[in-house]
């Protein structure tokens, strides 16, 4: 199975200010097909996840353009340019490359 | 607007059974691989299984082969996991996600206990 392993795990974080995370895969995350479908997941307090970005560093509609991904082999970022109250929570990355898809540990933002 | 609706989570004894449901609209839920995943308590998330659009392919994470089955019903827009031999480490929040892998819409979850 291909291993993903996100830091930090805890990402105390001033409002305003930018964050980042990172995930890296054990294996290569290109498809037959090309494409390397590498996304990330938020999910706040009492709800169910939310796809943030999708193939690396396409924003999903309605996503605030302060998310960013970034990329490539085995090695993937995700970047919020200034932490607000709402972006508190977990956040996730996935490969759905290989099967079974898996996901990262988690990463949980906080504000300090 | 694409909507997901999970049912069916309750508490059950180790080696029970139990069958969850996903009732979707919003979209042509045929034309989209479905899938399950599941959150234990206090752990990160798990790709339970997934659906091809026609149901002609299943795939399952190793943890639940043999146990679990994934179907659907495309007449009624309907997903279903049916669970057996319940163990206390399928302890977890059950989410149905569209596309499959792609996972761009979630709904809100249901909660299943296995616990004596």
């Known amino acids: 199975d291909a291993v993903m392993t996100q830091s930090p795990l805890s990402l105390p974080v001033t409002l305003g200010q930018p964050a980042s995370i990172s995930c890296r895969s054990s294996q290569g995350l290109v498809h037959t097909d090309g494409n390397i479908y590498l996304h990330w997941f938020q999910q706040r307090p009492g709800q169910s996840p939310r796809r943030l970005i999708y193939?690396?560093?396409n924003r999903d509609s309605g996503v605030p353009d302060r998310f960013g991904g970034s990329g490539s082999g085995t090695d993937f970022t995700l970047k919020i340019s200034r932490v607000e109250a709402e972006d508190v929570g977990f956040y996730y990355c996935?490969?759905?490359?290989?099967?079974?898809?898996?996901f990262g540990q988690g990463t949980k933002l906080e504000i300090k | 607007e694409v909507q997901l609706v999970e049912s069916g989570g309750r508490l059950v004894q180790p080696g029970g059974s139990l069958r969850l449901s996903c009732a979707a609209s919003g979209f042509r839920f045929s034309n989209y691989y479905m899938g399950w995943v599941r959150r234990p308590p206090g752990k990160g998330l798990e790709w339970v299984a997934n659906?091809?659009?026609?149901?002609?392919?299943?795939y399952y994470v190793d943890s639940v082969k043999g146990r679990f089955t994934i179907s659907r019903d495309n007449a009624e827009n309907s997903l279903f996991l049916q669970m057996n031999s319940l163990r206390d480490e399928d302890t977890a929040v059950y989410y149905c996600?569209?596309?499959?892998?792609?996972?761009?819409?979630w709904g809100q979850g249901t909660l299943v206990t296995v616990s004596s």
């Open positions: 996600a569209r596309g499959g892998g792609a996972a761009d819409f």
């Open positions: 659906i091809k659009e026609d149901g002609s392919e299943k």
């Open positions: 996935m490969q759905a490359t290989h099967w079974p898809h898996t």
């Open positions: 193939k690396i560093s």
